[in-house]
């Protein structure tokens, strides 16, 4: 299957910084990639879909001004988590689905952000 | 009510059992649906895809009524590394978007 990777892998930071991930896919081109966001125990929560070229479409609830989305070029969307709380701490994962393919998504590896 | 439903589980079941997950979701225009599997602190890996006719990989099993609005997933033969959270996987028709059930928690014992 298509690979995508994310970096980093794991985050520790302090309160109040802003935090950046980045989703690439290494062997295709994703004109959408989506993040999504998961507690323990609990589903992933789809955030916002990444559109290449355009904005960010968020879900509700999802705050656009805390949760920045660049998906600059047809293999990288990075999700910026900015003045980062303790309430944000997470597992952020990402996918992306090939163009004109069938319905399946490939998910990044995810990055564990921890906010003291 | 929830889009997609799972019993959490957790189901404990020993080595060589056959165990069954069940999934209903709500909207009944979903065109996709999907059993992805995902290990503890890893990224959801895709199981399989569900087709209306059911389909069988390996010890692996789908099925899918459209009526019902029900997805199963029966694993035979139950080996160690099947444990695992199980997630089913709908797609409502938007735009690749993917809804997530709950997942189902499965412990595969010695």
């Known amino acids: 299957g298509a690979v995508v990777s994310q970096h980093p892998s794991r985050v520790i930071c302090k309160s109040g910084t802003s935090v950046k991930i980045e989703c690439r896919s290494l062997?295709?081109?994703?004109?959408?990639m989506f993040w999504y966001r998961q507690f323990p125990k609990k589903s992933l929560m789809l955030m916002a879909t990444?559109?290449?070229?355009?904005?960010?479409?968020?879900e509700q609830g999802v705050e656009k001004d805390k949760f920045l989305i660049n998906h600059a070029s047809l293999t990288l969307s990075t999700l910026t988590v900015t003045s980062a709380h303790p309430e944000d701490s997470s597992f952020y994962i990402c996918?992306?689905?090939?163009?004109?393919?069938?319905?399946?998504?490939?998910f990044g590896p995810g990055t564990r952000l921890t906010v003291l | 009510r929830k889009e997609v439903e799972q019993d959490p589980g957790p189901f404990n079941v020993p080595e060589g059992a056959t165990v069954a997950f069940n999934c209903t979701y709500s909207?009944?225009?979903?065109?996709?649906f999907f059993w992805y599997r995902q290990d503890c602190r890893k990224e959801p890996k895709l199981l399989m895809s569900?087709?209306?006719s059911g389909n069988e990989d390996g010890r692996f099993t789908a099925q899918l009524n459209r009526a019902s609005q029900y997805i199963s997933l029966l694993i035979r033969d139950s080996k160690l590394s099947d444990s695992a959270t199980y997630l089913c996987?709908?797609?409502?028709?938007?735009?690749?978007?993917?809804?997530f059930g709950s997942g189902t928690q499965l412990t595969v014992l010695p």
């Open positions: 990444s559109n290449e070229g355009s904005k960010a479409t968020y």
């Open positions: 909207n009944s225009a979903s065109q996709s």
């Open positions: 062997d295709f081109q994703a004109t959408t």
């Open positions: 569900v087709y209306s």
């Open positions: 996987v709908v797609n409502p028709g938007s735009a690749r978007q993917l809804t």
């Open positions: 996918s992306a689905s090939i163009p004109g393919t069938a319905r399946e998504q490939f």
